[in-house]
């Protein structure tokens, strides 16, 4: 039987680990995929990879392996939007197929990268784009293709998650957990796009357009990061029955869809709650099938190369069946795919914690309720502690019922101008997750 040739460009951390699985498993791999895959070509710029490559062609520029006429699947493990981008636009026009782990490219790129797929008659998988080893793309574009797909929340960044861990359950401070993260090889490149939320809103744009059917909207995402949380923060949310975690959220909302990554309060009893350190999940509501939990690891060698090496068993059964038999990139037929327009967040509702510093002294908690009543808000809790050894001001926690984002802006600018209060309030969204 032949065997479907495969080039990596990229022998880092994935590139490397995907060589090893692909070795070590071949044996199951390629009863799986009806034919034996073979590592031809490897394009790298370092030495020294954590794999033997053995005699496997080696070559330093990259785009040797896209213009290589033996290569059928082109894996690229590069990173980065620009020469990944260029090099998997030379392997589709050189008619070859291709796999990335690239959640950047993909969500900023990867409309322009499917229609040139679709043309020159080549796929492009990206299992190993979204939580690392979890399957969540096969489990949204095939394992749930019979639900209308109502909602999505995930952790989609083990490094945030990590650090939000690590802040609960040893009180460490936040740059401290960071700098260990980077030491143990969780972070992106840049930890800002950990930390600021835009990896997460790299895989939730994906996670979005294959369970709504819609373009890749990167520029429409809400972001916000973890940097302004604080322990006191992760404190009263447990005190009140909460788990503070780093959401991705994509929701249909009537014509429009939700696509927000922000710290969001958990309700304790959650699973996602208690998806606790690097690990990742997701959590898919389908109409037909409910609510389902995806859980694994979300990043490091062997789980992303588990997720790579299985769209390259799908690419290598798609090869013996047929171009026509292609899964869509998007797993929607291309002619169905909808621009659905994405919501305001003003119009964004959720429950929302707020934590103030208030006078101790009478009426300033009425002011403050009648605000909220203004608005339209109900609390649905408060918790105000005693005011500190010679200290007249005190910390007042709200936690609301469901409200619009417009609404709670405007009662946080009228509570924010009383003089009573002190400084900015403290804001995270409750996510209360009941499928
Ligand atoms: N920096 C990413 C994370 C790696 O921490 O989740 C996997 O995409």
Excluded at 121 to 133: K, L, P, Q
Excluded at 166 to 175: L, P, S
Excluded at 177 to 197: I, K, N, R
Excluded at 327 to 354: F, H, N
């Amino acid at each position: 039987m032949d065997s479907v040739k495969i080039g990596i460009c990229g022998l880092g951390t994935v590139g490397s680990g995907t060589f090893n699985v692909l070795q070590r498993n071949a044996d199951v791999i390629g009863a799986r995929a009806r034919t034996p895959l073979q590592v031809v070509h490897v394009g790298a710029r370092r030495d020294n990879p954590a794999c033997d490559l053995g005699p496997t062609r080696v070559s330093r520029d990259i785009f040797d392996v896209a213009r290589d006429p033996e290569v059928q699947i082109l894996v690229e493990l590069i990173g980065g939007t620009t020469v990944a981008r260029e090099l998997v636009e030379e392997a589709i026009r050189n008619h070859k197929h291709v796999v990335t782990a690239n959640k950047a490219l993909i969500a900023e790129f990867g409309n322009e990268i499917f229609a040139l797929a679709r043309e020159h008659g080549v796929a492009v998988r990206y299992e190993a784009a979204v939580a690392g080893g979890i399957p969540i793309i096969k489990a949204l574009r095939e394992g749930l293709a019979g639900n209308r797909i109502e909602w999505l929340a995930g952790i989609i960044n083990g490094t945030g998650n990590f650090i939000l861990t690590e802040m609960r359950d040893k009180g460490r401070e936040f740059a401290d957990v960071l700098a260990e993260a980077q030491a143990l090889g969780y972070a992106e490149a840049d930890p800002t796009f950990d930390v600021e939320g835009i990896d997460a809103a790299h895989k939730l744009v994906i996670l979005a357009s294959l369970a709504f059917g819609m373009p890749l909207q990167f520029a429409s995402v809400y972001t916000e990061g973890i940097t302004q949380l604080t322990p006191q923060d992760v404190d009263y949310a447990e005190e009140l029955g909460y788990r503070i975690k780093h959401l991705g959220v994509a929701k249909q909302n009537g014509e429009g869809v939700e696509l927000r990554v922000h710290p969001t309060l958990i309700p304790e009893q959650r699973l996602l709650a208690n998806v606790n350190g690097v690990k990742n999940a997701v959590l898919v509501e389908g109409d037909a099938v409910g609510p389902t939990l995806y859980y694994g690891a979300g990043a490091g060698a062997e789980p992303t190369a588990s997720a790579v090496v299985a769209d390259l068993v799908d690419l290598a059964r798609d090869i013996s069946a047929g171009q026509a038999n292609q899964v869509p990139c998007l797993g929607v037929a291309e002619e169905q795919i909808r621009d659905l327009p994405v919501v305001p967040m003003s119009e964004v509702k959720t429950p929302w914690y707020l934590r103030m510093v208030a006078e101790d002294r009478p009426g300033v908690l009425g002011r403050v309720a009648t605000i909220f009543s203004e608005q339209g808000i109900s609390i649905e809790a408060l918790i105000q502690k005693a005011p500190a050894e010679g200290e007249t001001r005190v910390p007042l926690i709200v936690l609301t019922n469901t409200a619009s984002q417009g609404r709670v802006d405007a009662a946080v600018a009228a509570i924010e101008s009383l003089d009573t209060i002190t400084g900015e309030i403290a804001r995270i969204r409750v996510e209360v997750l009941d499928g």
